[in-house]
T-cell receptor
Framework: SQQGEEDPQALSIQEGENATMNCSYKTSINNLQWYRQNSGRGLVHLILIRSNEREKHSGRLRVTLDTSKKSSSLLITASRAADTASYFC????????????FGGGTRVLVKP | NAGVTQTPKFQVLKTGQSMTLQCAQD?????MYWYRQDPGMGLRLIYY???????DKGEVPNGYNVSRLNKREFSLRLESAAPSQTSVYFC???????????FGSGTRLTVV
């Protein structure tokens, strides 16, 4: 099974609402990253949180990391139709080489 | 900046044919990666190159070979294509451990 598991698999919200998605992982990490993928496009890096950090903000994005629970969450505040995309968490595992392991993603639909 | 450039964008192969997917980055990144993405799934690592002159297997290397031609270029070769290799292939690069990845726009490969 994958190192990162996102929950929920799909999410549908109205414009202006907040969207929250979670990521759980299994082994110790150096950092955890979140990416966005618009339909038919490549992934775009959103934010990186290191294992010694608990919370990080970037614009309307808020990421938390709980290493004791091996979980992270991504919150998108005041969502817009343009936020419609798939969101992936990726982990840099301490025991692995210089590479990221991706989860299966959360598909977010923001309705106007 | 072009970032990460992948060619071709689309390709249809017959079973048993061979082809090489090209990837080049202009960000002077040390590390480069090849992932595949299947419908409704996250990305799975095929091969990666942590630095020029080195390559390592990822999660799903069977049926593929890679060449790190120089610091800029990292190619992926399918020697004898199989229908199970129908997928979207993404190349990515990063400055090193702890940096986010920059992805190309992908190659959509169909093997018939």
């Amino acid at each position: 099974s994958q190192q990162g598991e996102e929950d929920p698999q799909a999410l549908s919200i109205q414009e202006g609402e907040n969207a929250t998605m979670n990521c759980s992982y299994k082994t110790s990490i150096n950092n955890l990253q979140w990416y966005r993928q618009n339909s038919g496009r490549g992934l775009v890096h959103l934010i990186l949180i290191r294992s010694n950090e608990r919370e990080k903000h970037s614009g309307r994005l808020r990421v938390t990391l709980d290493t004791s629970k091996k979980s992270s969450s991504l919150l998108i505040t005041a969502s817009r139709a343009a936020d419609t995309a798939s969101y992936f968490c990726a982990t840099d595992q301490k025991a692995a080489g210089n590479k990221l392991t991706f989860g299966g993603g959360t598909r977010v639909l923001v309705k106007p | 900046n072009a970032g990460v450039t992948q060619t071709p964008k689309f390709q249809v192969l017959k079973t048993g044919q061979s082809m090489t997917l090209q990837c080049a980055q202009d960000m002077n990144h040390n590390s480069m990666y090849w992932y595949r993405q299947d419908p409704g799934m996250g990305l799975r690592l095929i091969y990666y190159s942590a630095s020029e002159g080195t390559t390592d297997k990822g999660e799903v290397p069977n049926g593929y070979n890679v060449s790190r031609l120089n610091k800029r270029e990292f190619s992926l070769r399918l020697e004898s294509a199989a229908p199970s290799q129908t997928s979207v292939y993404f190349c990515a690069s990063s400055g090193g451990r702890g940096d986010g990845y920059t992805f190309g726009s992908g190659t959509r490969l169909t093997v018939v």
